[in-house]
């Protein structure tokens, strides 16, 4: 993401919060793994989103008006020593040269520097709750100002930070939007290496395999623990142990994204593992699949967020019925909401930095209207686990979602992983042309 971009955001918060007011962000912190061994380090969503940069210890302020600078970052100064174990680190000049910053200091300084920042504004614009150590340091800070020689001094609001800027993350620019085409296309290539190699014998962690391989090689990494669950096991909505082998005649369910310079994709397909879906699996995909094209129809500006919710609930529930799954007149199975059984979660969720996106999706406590620049995803699913009581044997065993990436646009919307087949007939002849 090129320097200009993180520079306009900071640009279009400072509009939105004004003279007078601060705001603070905090790196996100390392995470040990197993005694002295980290988790990879990967940035707060918007720390990155305001800054672009990578690295812990590390704290941004704002301070719009400011006369010797607005953007003010705390970072790690370099360390020869340091750096030999762990590789270079930006330091102070990096952080003013590289990434924009008017002025920048030693992170271990922070606390003779920040306070007397705070102390000269009136508002301070924080993410509370997010972060435990640095929650009780600035609270520390602003209980001495108030508690001062000279009387209550320093800002008399703490605003939430995330309630003004996950409403600019909802918002995706062409940039933005470019970077989640990017991630999607990754995904993409590695589902459709999936399609051609699945074979019944395999186990689902040689699968999985796939997808590190080429998220790796691409530059990218997973923006959650892929999920790839053959026969029963697709039933279970999180599964991500992967160690079943695959079973001819059994259908696989891989919910696999990538995450590309920050931006994440989330994509689903279910195939048949030996490439021709049975007559059971087809009639309940069939419905799966008009229910996720009907509600991608749905996403277009000046709709409600839910609209392709409930049609996916209405094309679910009429599937169930058409199959005697579920009797009942339609309006009542909806109300009573008879398909919740079978289809459990919602139909999608905002998609971003993060695969579970920032954004209200309600305003005024009503579903917000799609606008040019959101990004949802379309992901109705049917679910007959080996448990479900009172459905046909054969049914049972099958769980099936798809899942999609769709940009709202002016006019319609882009479907960023449209050229994964998703059709039953479309994923035979995939699958056929590689086996
Ligand atoms: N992969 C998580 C989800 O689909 O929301
Ligand atoms: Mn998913
Ligand atoms: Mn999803």
């Known amino acids: 993401m090129d320097k200009k971009e993180f520079l306009g955001r900071r640009k279009s918060l400072m509009d939105i919060i004004g003279k007078g007011g601060l705001a ?9 793994r197993s005694r002295d061994t980290f988790y990879d380090y990967r940035q707060d969503s918007d720390f990155y989103y305001l800054t672009g940069f990578e690295e812990p210890d590390s ?20 360390d020869q020593l340091k750096e030999v174990w762990d590789g270079a680190r930006e330091g102070n000049e990096g952080a003013v040269r590289n990434f924009g910053a008017d002025d ?29 150590d640095f929650d009780q340091n600035l609270m520390g800070w602003i209980h001495d100002l108030h508690s001062g020689r000279h009387g209550h001094r320093g800002p008399t609001e703490i605003i939430d930070l995330g309630h003004v800027l996950h409403e600019m993350r909802l918002f995706k620019s062409k940039k933005e939007i470019n970077l989640m085409k990017k991630s ?3 995904a993409l290539d590695a589902h459709s290496k999936a399609m051609s190699i699945c074979k019944p014998g395999l186990f689902e ?6 997808f590190l391989r080429e998220f790796k090689r691409r530059g990218a990494d997973c923006s959650y623990p892929p999920i790839v669950a053959s026969g029963n096991n ?25 995450e590309y310079q920050f931006y994440a994709s989330d ?15 087809r009639e309940i995909y069939e419905i799966v699949y008009s229910a996720n094209q009907e509600a991608i129809k749905k996403v277009k500006a000046g709709n409600h967020w ?6 996916a609930v209405k094309e679910i529930t009429k599937g169930l019925k058409s199959l005697g799954i579920i009797s009942g007149s339609l309006k009542s199975l909806i109300k009573e909401k008879a398909y919740h059984q079978f289809f459990m979660h919602k139909t999608g969720h905002w998609l971003g930095i993060d695969v579970h996106d920032v954004g209200d999706y309600k305003v005024a406590d009503k579903w917000r209207l799609l606008e040019p620049g959101m990004v949802t995803t379309v992901e109705p699913g049917i679910y007959i686990s080996n448990s479900s009581k009172g459905v046909k044997k054969h049914w049972k065993g099958i769980g099936i979602r798809i899942e999609d990436d769709v940009c709202v646009t002016k006019n319609a919307n882009i479907v960023f992983s449209q050229s994964l087949p998703s059709q039953a007939e479309d994923i035979e002849n995939f699958m056929r042309s590689f086996h």
């Open 104 to 132: 920048s200091f030693p992170i271990s300084d922070i606390a003779d520097i920040l306070p007397g920042l705070i102390e000269q504004s009136e508002r301070v614009y924080f993410s509370m709750g997010d972060q435990k």
């Open 205 to 210: 962690y040689e699968i999985e395999a796939e």
């Open 267 to 281: 994509i689903t397909r279910t195939f048949p593992i030996n490439g021709i879906f049975s007559e059971p699996q």
């Open 306 to 311: 839910d609209d392709p919710h409930n049609i």
């Open 234 to 258: 697709a039933c279970v909505l999180h599964y991500t142990d992967n160690s079943s082998v695959l079973n001819d005649g059994d259908l696989i369910l891989i919910d696999a994204g990538c």
């Open 59 to 78: 704290v941004a302020v704002l301070i719009p008006d400011r006369l010797e600078g607005e953007f003010i970052l705390f970072c790690r100064e370099k």
């Open 184 to 186: 999607a296309k990754i």
């Open 24 to 32: 603070i962000l905090s790196a996100a912190p390392e995470k040990v």
